[in-house]
Nanobody
Framework: QVQLVESGGGLVQTGGSLRLSCAASGSIFSINAMRWYRQAPGNQRELVAA???????NYADSVKGRFTISRDNAKNTVYLQMNSLKPEDTAVYYC???????????????WGQGTKVTVSS
C-alpha cells in the first residue's frame, strides 16, 4: 500500500508564510506528477499547483507569484511554499501523486488526508 501524509498547516496572519510537505511512503517504484489541491468550506476542491517528475510546474492563477511547488524525488516528497498568504487561501490542503508500484509503471493516484491552513485577517 501507499500512503501520502501532509504536514505544515496551521494558523497564520495575512501576509505570512507557510510551507506544506507531503511525504509518500510504501510500495513505490516511482512517482509521476504530484499535486496540491485545496478545498474551502462550501467550495469544490480546486487544483493549486502541480509538478511533473522532471520538475515542470503549473499553478492556479490565484496563487501565481505567491506559491511555489517543489519536490525531492529521493525522499518522495512534494512541498508547497506559500507566501503572501491571504484570508481566501484558507482551506484544507490535499496532496496527491500518481504512483507506479512496480516496473510495469501502471499508475495509481493516491491522496493524502489533508492539512488545514487558516489565514487570519
Amino acid at each position: 500500500q501507499v500512503q501520502l501524509v501532509e504536514s505544515g498547516g496551521g494558523l497564520v496572519q495575512t501576509g505570512g508564510s507557510l510551507r506544506l510537505s507531503c511525504a509518500a511512503s510504501g510500495s513505490i517504484f516511482s512517482i509521476n506528477a504530484m499535486r496540491w489541491y485545496r478545498q474551502a468550506p462550501g467550495n469544490q476542491r480546486e487544483l493549486v499547483a502541480a509538478i511533473s517528475s522532471a520538475g515542470t510546474t503549473n499553478y492556479a492563477d490565484s496563487v501565481k507569484g505567491r506559491f511555489t511547488i517543489s519536490r525531492d524525488n529521493a525522499k518522495n516528497t512534494v512541498y508547497l511554499q506559500m507566501n503572501s498568504l491571504k484570508p481566501e487561501d484558507t482551506a484544507v490542503y490535499y496532496c496527491n501523486g500518481d504512483v507506479a508500484k512496480d516496473i510495469t509503471l501502471t499508475l495509481f493516484r493516491y491522496w493524502g488526508q489533508g492539512t488545514k491552513v487558516t489565514v487570519s485577517s
